[in-house]
């Protein structure tokens, strides 16, 4: 018995060593491969400058290591750049025929590869890698949808976008790179957001709305209204789901900041859903609904905690004084003494 534990106990030793050298192996690949990344780029850096001032670089056929590492200088300028200088970015790596060795790579079987080649073409910039790039939305790994996705965004493919809000809403792309990309596009999302306003499921319209409240404008008021209205019958099932369009609506009413939305936010004062509650008394605060005061004092006294909590908040920024009065008076309730709080704190 004791010569078993003690082969045991050697074995687990020797397990220990061996997995200890391939982590100091795999430490050392990964700072060569570092080090010679680095170095490439140092070497490359003043081509890339020559591209962006539209200059033509003698330079011959460029291996794929070397595209990739000029593709990360140039993405990383490219995030600041427009127009032509874009546009030659994408033709020099289009006539070197990078941009067709990485779609080749966007089908290869191993998915480290796809992944690596679906981020560099949007470092590449090239329009003809966008459906191609929508297409890996769908793939089974979610590292290359997350490469696409960022991609797509840096290419601020109008294309892509009900496509990635669909990935946003179904959980198959992180939300901080979905979203990060569809707000890259900027207003070029605000079209093909406008069109998933009236998509079946409430998940997607709900992030479709949330989005438009960053990339659209007051034009998109009546539609977001009528979201925040929503009233059709509904499974208990998907209560929340349809809640959370209205949450959504109220928010995104709440960002683009136009008086036409607040008559109905401080009706969404009275929704069921406390998280609803809590978005409308935070956009009529950042419009400054000086109508809705009166409302806003009976939830931050009667509300749950977070919807009194926001009501606080937008009566400090809708009129400091009357908010400091409010609360600094005897029998006051806790958050109309936070109001009172927050007013102090505002710029006279």
């Given at each position: 018995m004791i010569g078993a534990l003690q082969l045991f106990g050697a074995a687990l030793s020797l397990l220990a060593l061996a997995t200890m050298f391939v982590l100091v192996g795999r430490r050392l690949r990964l700072g060569r491969?570092?080090?010679?990344?680095?170095?490439?780029?140092?070497?490359?850096?003043?081509?890339?400058?020559?591209?962006?001032?539209?200059?033509?670089?003698?330079?011959?056929?460029?291996?794929?290591?070397?595209?990739?590492?000029?593709?990360?200088?140039?993405?990383?300028?490219?995030?600041?750049?427009?127009?032509?200088?874009?546009?030659?970015?994408?033709?020099?790596?289009?006539?070197?025929?990078?941009?067709?060795?990485?779609?080749?790579?966007?089908?290869?079987?191993?998915?480290?590869?796809?992944?690596?080649?679906?981020?560099?073409?949007?470092?590449?910039?090239?329009?003809?890698?966008?459906?191609?790039?929508?297409?890996?939305?769908?793939?089974?790994?979610?590292?290359?949808?997350?490469?696409?996705?960022?991609?797509?965004?840096?290419?601020?493919?109008?294309?892509?976008?009900?496509?990635?809000?669909?990935?946003?809403?179904?959980?198959?792309?992180?939300?901080?790179?979905?979203?990060?990309?569809?707000?890259?596009?900027?207003?070029?999302?605000?079209?093909?957001?406008?069109?998933?306003?009236?998509?079946?499921?409430?998940?997607?319209?709900?992030?479709?709305?949330?989005?438009?409240?960053?990339?659209?404008?007051?034009?998109?008021?009546?539609?977001?209204?009528?979201?925040?209205?929503?009233?059709?019958?509904?499974?208990?099932?998907?209560?929340?789901e349809y809640a959370e369009v209205r949450a959504a609506a109220a928010r995104a009413l709440g960002r683009i900041g136009t008086r036409r939305a607040a008559a109905g936010l401080r009706d969404a004062l009275n929704d069921p859903a406390p998280f609803v509650r809590t978005a409308a008394a935070h956009a009529l605060g950042r419009i400054g609904d000086r109508d809705a005061f009166d409302a806003l004092v009976r939830q931050a006294s009667e509300d749950a905690y977070d919807p009194a909590q926001a009501a606080a908040q937008a009566l400090a920024a809708i009129d400091p004084l009357r908010a400091m009065q409010l609360g600094g008076g005897e029998g006051a309730s806790a958050h109309l003494a936070e109001a009172a709080a927050l007013a102090e704190l505002e710029p006279a």
């Open positions: 491969a570092e080090r010679r990344r680095s170095a490439l780029e140092t070497q490359l850096r003043p081509v890339a400058l020559e591209l962006v001032d539209g200059e033509e670089p003698e330079l011959g056929r460029l291996s794929a290591e070397e595209a990739r590492a000029l593709a990360a200088i140039l993405g990383r300028y490219a995030r600041k750049l427009r127009g032509e200088p874009r546009d030659r970015i994408a033709q020099f790596f289009e006539e070197r025929g990078a941009v067709q060795r990485e779609l080749e790579q966007l089908r290869s079987r191993r998915s480290a590869k796809r992944a690596t080649a679906a981020f560099a073409l949007g470092d590449m910039g090239a329009e003809t890698s966008v459906a191609p790039l929508i297409a890996a939305l769908d793939d089974r790994v979610r590292d290359v949808r997350s490469a696409a996705a960022r991609s797509l965004g840096m290419l601020e493919a109008e294309a892509a976008v009900p496509r990635l809000v669909r990935s946003l809403a179904g959980g198959e792309v992180p939300r901080a790179i979905a979203g990060g990309a569809l707000l890259a596009m900027g207003a070029k999302a605000a079209p093909g957001l406008r069109l998933l306003l009236d998509a079946p499921e409430a998940p997607v319209r709900a992030n479709a709305i949330e989005l438009l409240g960053f990339t659209g404008d007051a034009s998109d008021a009546d539609a977001l209204d009528a979201a925040l209205h929503e009233t059709e019958t509904i499974a208990a099932s998907q209560w929340r």
